[in-house]
């Protein structure tokens, strides 16, 4: 069966550090592989998609960026975090149209 | 253009049944999603219907589509205090074949009261 992990699950930064946030699947492969991020409990905002490695779409222009260096692999960085970038992060992965989320991660930037 | 719609809190007795309700824009959506997200968790899918589908029904669970009206509905019957949660709507839009890319509702919290 497929699995998504994504660590760490918490993460208390101060503003201007860099940020490396790490996103797994295992069970599949050439899934497609998405970032989102939700502020407060709320709505889900997509960030970054990928259909596969390297390849790399952005849905917002941020303060962030993402990169596919293996298949099931997804990495969210920042080189300078802002406080705005604090929420709730998001990986999920789909094969076909059903996505599958991960547990998440916290950030808080203060 | 895209867009998914849900009310925001919705507050049912523990045993009622709970009716959440979402509207989305674009008629070719192939699958329409439900999906259940606990404080701090990620999100689980709950169900799916597809698109030539008027109703689904899983367990607790009862899915209605109306294609017409573009409205989706998740019946929870005997609600319990597990159930509190968001409930997210998404829709699988035209064009999105390739990238799996879903439009999501902003969620509905369900408040269970005992």
């Known amino acids: 069966s497929q699995t998504i992990h994504q660590w760490p699950a918490t993460l208390v930064q101060p503003v201007g550090s860099p940020l490396s946030l790490e996103c797994t699947v295992e069970g599949t492969s050439n899934p497609n592989l998405y970032w989102y991020r939700q502020a407060a409990g709320r709505g889900l905002q997509l960030l970054f998609y990928s259909v596969g490695i390297g390849q790399i779409s952005s849905e917002v222009p941020q303060n962030l960026s993402a990169s596919r260096p293996q298949d099931r692999q997804f990495i969210l960085s920042s080189k300078k975090l802002l406080l705005s970038d604090s929420g709730f992060y998001l990986c999920a992965w789909s094969s076909v149209d059903t996505q599958y989320f991960g547990p998440g991660t916290r950030l808080t930037v203060l | 253009g895209e867009d998914v719609e849900q009310s925001l809190f919705l507050s049912v007795r523990e045993g009622d049944s709970s009716v959440i309700n979402c509207t989305y824009t674009?008629?070719?959506?192939?699958?329409l999603y439900w999906y259940k997200q606990e404080p701090g968790a990620g999100l689980q899918l709950l169900t799916y219907i597809f698109s030539n589908m008027d109703m689904k029904q899983d367990q607790r669970l009862t899915v209605l589509l109306n294609k017409k009206d573009k409205h989706l509905s998740l019946r929870i019957a005997d609600t319990q205090t597990g159930d509190s949660a968001i409930y997210f709507c998404?829709?699988?839009?035209?064009?999105?074949?390739?990238?799996?890319?879903?439009?999501f509702g902003q969620g509905t919290t369900l408040q269970v009261k005992p």
């Open positions: 998404a829709e699988s839009p035209r064009g999105s074949s390739n990238t799996g890319k879903l439009i």
């Open positions: 674009d008629s070719s959506s192939t699958y």
